[in-house]
């Protein structure tokens, strides 16, 4: 099983310094989020800064997928607006289309995204602009994960799979699971949760969490039994599964390290 860790709980780390300690601690890749201190993708020197980070990714022997949850990249007064649900998502898709062009340079597993938060009569402008999208990516030759987030207009599974139906179940388009969430909110047990959607597994995201509380946890402080999770992960899934604590940059190198120190353990299928 190959292991990565979210560039997003490395905020104050400028992102060589990022990868390099997430290298160094025997990570096997990140999941890089473009925002305004990690390769922006509105910066005019774009391109110089992509093929500057990936060299590193090669030197480093990082694998990558690519995030698009940066918080304020889009508007600075309101967090992760506008969405595709939006009266004005033209920054959104231009931001995801950049994301695209990011993967396809970076090689990246997958690009992935979310909905947003919005009423459901917007279901069907979610669904255009996600059409949009994985059109775009499919000339590209890049995989998109759309990512249930809860309190979103894609809020679960179920929702991920009307999502699929309504867009024509789309090739390159799969699902980002976030395992916490899968404790938060789903009715199966979590590793259920995998087995039920591994033959559209694209990207991996893994925390701690409690039922009914949307929190990313540290390991072992939540109510997840790991071992069996790893377990079916390790049957139906072989691209990276990336640590998810976007809240914890304040001690990223000692959350990172025992971050991986606990999943080795529990893929050993042992209680850390």
Known sequence: MKFG???????????????RVIAELGYDGVALTLDTNHLDPFDADLARRTTVVAADLRKLGLEVVIETGARYLLDPWR?????????????????????????????AQAVSFWAGIGAADRWDRLVDGTGQIAEYAA????????EPEPGMLVNDIADWRRLYDDLGRPHNLGITLDIGHCRCL????????????????VNVQIDDMR???HEHLEFGTGEIDFPPVLAALEKSY?????????RHSHAAPAVAAQSLEFLRTALKGQPA
């Open 5 to 19: 860790y979210g560039t997003n709980g490395f905020g104050n780390h400028r992102l060589p310094e990022a990868l």
């Open 238 to 246: 072989e691209g990276l599964v990336s640590v998810e604590l976007p």
């Open 79 to 107: 967090k992760h607006s506008p969405t595709l649900m939006d009266d004005n998502r033209k920054p959104r898709l231009e931001y995801l289309r950049r994301a695209v062009r990011v993967g396809a340079d970076l090689g």
């Open 186 to 201: 789903e009715p199966l047990p979590v590793a259920d949760c995998v087995t039920a959607v591994a033959e559209h597994l």
């Open 139 to 146: 000339k590209a030759g890049v995989t998109l994960g759309f």
């Open 211 to 213: 039922r009914g509380t």
